[in-house]
Each structure stands twice: as C-alpha cells, then as structure tokens.
C-alpha cells in the first residue's frame, strides 16, 4: 500500500494506493495514526488507488473519521470504484462518511 | 482435509499469513467467473471470502502465520461452494453470529459481510476433529 499527501488550500488530501485489507491495513493505521497527531482537521481520503477494501481497511477509516469527530476534524473520501462502493453500501457506511465522486468535489465541499 | 479434488474443485492450501489472501481473493474471482455469477457478486464472493480467511489467521490461529489454511472451491450446478478448513482454535458458532451495524465502530464486520453476501455461512466443529470447518454456499440469481 502506498500513500501520497499533498495540501489543496487548507485541506490535507491523501492519495492511497493498493488494497486495504487485513495485511496492509495496520499500514494505513501506522499513516494515519501520524498525521492525526498533527491535529488536521480538513482530511480528504482520495480511494481512486484502491481496487479492493475489506473490513480490515474500513476499520482503518473508521478510526480515523472517529478521532477526528473527536477532536473537531472533517474527514471526507471521494474516488471510490464500483467494488469499494458496492462494500461501502454493504457496510452501510455511505450514509456515515460523506462521499464525493471526485477529489476536487471533496475538497470544494470544505469551502461550501 | 482430504486432498483428492473432483473435476469441478479447486484447492488451494496457504499458510496463515495474511500477505497470501491477495492470492486467495485472485483464484476465487477466476472460480466465481468460471461459475457465472455477474461482476457483482464475483466482488461479493471474493469479499466474504477474504473476510473468512482473515478471521482464520487473527481468532482460529491468533495471528500465528505458520499455520495451514486450506480453501476448496467447487462449482455447483448454480453457484459455488467454498470450504474453509483450519486447525486452530475452534470456533464457537454461537459468537459468530456478527454484529449488527446500529453502533459504528471499527471491527467485527467480517461475520456481517459473510453472513450478508452468501446464501449459507456454516461453522463445523466436532470434539474428535482439530479445527473448524467453514461452509458456505452462494447461488447464482436467475434473471427474468
């Protein structure tokens, strides 16, 4: 699993790339685990790398959107094919996290 | 778990090292294509499927990645039969029953998915066998 961050105003954006399951997972926990010690409050999760999510990375995202909730922060995802969506919907966990289909779309919804 | 595998099975044998289950999701979309489930239930299968193996390393061996897995997959008439056997830790049918989704929080989501995705999620545990067995069935949806 490989992870790209870059900044788009005041929002972090985070590319990841790979699969989210039970082997890369505590990974993606390790990632996010440092920027969430910085105390960002605008995250925007980019998922257009990840061909496949098991519960193991939903857990990851999960966290993250629950110690951010915790401390004031704004996690948003946006990218997901139709497989990560399809498990989302299962999970239901698209009426939790708000979801864009891109990331410019993720990142205006900070500013509206 | 007996080896012999008929003309419609395949069997694949992993030690329980959670690096192989990329493996295991690959050979079970190339069986349920072979089966003739639509794209969406072959992301299903393969979901349910991974979650299984999963739940083997972390509760049946408790992460112990020397340990032997083994996945027969068979062609049915109308879908497919997945057999998961290992030798750890037996499980308890009754606490593998999944959570349900009111409370959101991190874990416990693999039964849920199983559960929902296949048609049949069976655990067998006999006191004379090491292990627990893992069955469960997925059948193709007619269309029309």
Redesign the interface.
Known sequence: MEFERKTESDVDVILLKG?M???TSPKARDFFAGILKEGKKKIVVDLDGVK?I???G???L??VF?KMHRYGGSLKLCGMN??TK??FE????DS?FAIYETKDKAVAAFSS | MEVNIGQNQVLLQIKSD??Y??LV?TMVEEISLLAGFAP?DI??I??AV??AC?NI??HAYGGDKSKDIFIKLSLLSSGIEVILKDYGRKVSPEKMKGRE?DE???????I??MK??MDSVQYITRDSVEGTELIMVKYVKKCG
């Open positions: 699969d399951d039970s082997h496949y098991s519960s193991a939903l857990a990851t999960i966290e629950q139709e497989t399809g498990i299962i999970a239901k966990l939790i | 959670d690096r289950l990329r999701r969406h992301s299903d393969v979901l991974d979650e999963a390393i972390k989704l959101i929080r991190p874990g416990g989501l693999g849920y998915f929902k995705i």
